[in-house]
DNA sequence: TATGAAAATGCGGAACA
DNA sequence: TGTTCCGCATTTTCATA
């Protein structure tokens, strides 16, 4: 599909604010409240745009801790990786997963209350998990930046 | 802010749709449009919702690769902290950054369109960035869960 | 531009401390 | 008795043909 400069005004728009009225777009871009409609219901129909989704405040909700784990699983048959990643998405604190190249087999980023619950996640999930051989973790002191898709750069919009 | 299972059964629909409309949020939680609205409006005050977001398809933009990396600074002074976060916050494929305790300072998400892109970020932005004294760049070969905030359990729902 | 749908707001009433 | 929250009705705003 196609994107021209009014398609990526449209997404930085939504990206930034995902409950934004069409009327309120179509003015924001410079459209009729029909025309933005329609290249919304493409962009959409169309798999650009995966779906909308409220942020919510870890801190708030009582998770002021992210840890970022490394594991590595005892062997890489894509048996035993799907059995792990059905095991990690089960896991309500698991914020981010990633299956790498590299040193360990996943990078898996995990949202805990304090250490005291990382514990507990760590015990009740992280080890229980099928073929997982060695587990280590790193802790962050401050969220720099955290975005699911890039930023569109003003010079493509 | 006290929330109760109504609020998580609100936020755990939000999350899943950011763009459902007020009234059938209200019908799907089962409490009238007012004062589902009222509720809404009280998350949204309070923090426990940041915002709200259109997630797009890094794939469908055109990248189709993430890499993790690992970023060591010369020293730790919160100047020297403060200038690379700075500069790092500018960079628009970036999709994540945490300081972190032990050996480097940060973890750093990439989006790039492919492995000559990545180059391209690495020498025009990462090896830029002031203070960077190491860079270690991993490369995910599939991503396996990727949310902004945590899953609200349905037994806290 | 028109028609119906949905959101914001004000008011009254119930539950509870 | 004061506070908090629900629900209904009105007004205004918005989506869609």
Known sequence: MALDRIDFAILDTLQKDGRISNSALAEKIGLSQSACSRRLDQLEKSGVIEGYHARLSNGALGHRMTAIVHISLSGQFE???????????????????????????????????????????????????????????????????????????????
């Open 79 to 157: 048996k035993s990786l799907a059995e792990f990643e059905a095991a990690i998405k089960r896991c309500p604190n698991v914020l981010s997963c990633h299956l790498m190249s590299g040193e360990y087999d996943y990078v898996v980023r995990i949202a805990a209350k304090d250490l005291e619950d990382y514990e507990r996640i760590h015990k009740e999930w992280l080890t229980a998990m099928p073929h997982v051989i060695k587990i280590n973790s790193s802790f962050a002191l401050r969220e720099v930046v955290d975005r699911t898709s890039m930023g569109i750069r003003p010079e493509t919009a």
